[in-house]
């Protein structure tokens, strides 16, 4: 139980941690650094890691493509949930670990749609000729959720330690190589990958904590198992 109450305080903790960040990307050291001289906070230190890295089209067309593979992994789960619901004809006898997939892939997206709207500081470059939305970094953000969801779901459904640890590798594999071809790309600020990385670790802590309370599906299988057994060598 403490471990279980030790998880959401930690996920309390990141989503502090974001907000903080995010208020202080707004206030401290602000100027007009980004294109269309658009605002950029802590302008210091982004103007040197975005001058020392420069902008590489090759890094922002991979990590594009890269992209749609953390999507892809959202999808999957979604035909497993829309299979069950077939096959079951119940909502409520749905995996209760997919339905809280469902529900956290739809923060998800909300906290992408919600700094689409709330503008933090615009990208270090025009995309088509145009300022965009740059904080938090939704590649960081949506590759870190996406990936670690899969990660988390297949130890829930899947029991053979073999194909979990080969889709924990891919996994980080995938993750590391967006966040940083990412920021090489030099299609966002030094502190809009930070701040993707934080609001990561809040929504994935968060998605952690809330499968830790549900049994495993291999677990509750192997339990009725025993007892159905069990029942047989009573009888």
């Known amino acids: 139980?403490?471990?279980?109450?030790?998880?959401?305080?930690?996920?309390?903790?990141?989503?502090?941690?974001?907000?903080?960040?995010?208020?202080?990307?707004?206030?401290?050291?602000?100027?007009?650094?980004?294109?269309?001289?658009?605002?950029?906070?802590?302008?210091?230190?982004?103007?040197?890691?975005?001058?020392?890295?420069?902008?590489?089209?090759?890094?922002?067309?991979?990590?594009?493509?890269?992209?749609?593979?953390?999507?892809?992994?959202?999808?999957?789960?979604?035909?497993?949930?829309?299979?069950?619901?077939?096959?079951?004809?119940?909502?409520?006898?749905?995996?209760?670990?997919?339905?809280?997939?469902?529900?956290?892939?739809?923060?998800?997206?909300?906290?992408?749609?919600?700094?689409?709207?709330?503008?933090?500081?615009?990208?270090?470059?025009?995309?088509?000729?145009?300022?965009?939305?740059?904080?938090?970094s939704s590649h960081t953000m949506l590759a870190c959720c996406f990936m670690a969801a899969a990660m988390l779901e297949c130890r829930m459904l899947v029991k053979d330690r073999m194909i979990n640890i080969i889709v924990q590798v891919i996994s980080l594999i995938i993750m590391a190589v967006i966040v940083i071809g990412r920021l090489i790309s030099g299609a966002h600020w030094f502190t809009d990958i930070i701040g993707g990385l934080l609001i990561s670790g809040a929504l994935i802590m968060g998605l952690y904590s809330v499968l830790s309370i549900l049994p495993k599906a291999s677990d509750s299988k192997g339990s009725k198992g025993k007892k159905h057994s069990g029942r047989r060598r009573r009888y």
């Open 1 to 136: 139980m403490r471990k279980r109450t030790g998880n959401f305080i930690i996920t309390g903790i990141w989503v502090v941690l974001f907000i903080v960040f995010t208020v202080l990307v707004q206030v401290l050291d602000v100027h007009s650094i980004g294109p269309q001289s658009s605002n950029v906070g802590f302008a210091t230190v982004n103007s040197l890691v975005h001058e020392f890295l420069g902008v590489h089209d090759l890094w922002y067309t991979i990590t594009e493509w890269l992209g749609f593979i953390p999507l892809s992994t959202a999808a999957v789960f979604a035909v497993i949930g829309l299979l069950q619901l077939i096959q079951r004809r119940s909502l409520f006898k749905v995996d209760a670990s997919i339905i809280v997939l469902g529900i956290y892939y739809a923060i998800v997206i909300g906290v992408y749609v919600l700094f689409e709207f709330y503008i933090v500081n615009y990208r270090p470059i025009l995309i088509d000729g145009y300022l965009e939305a740059s904080y938090p």
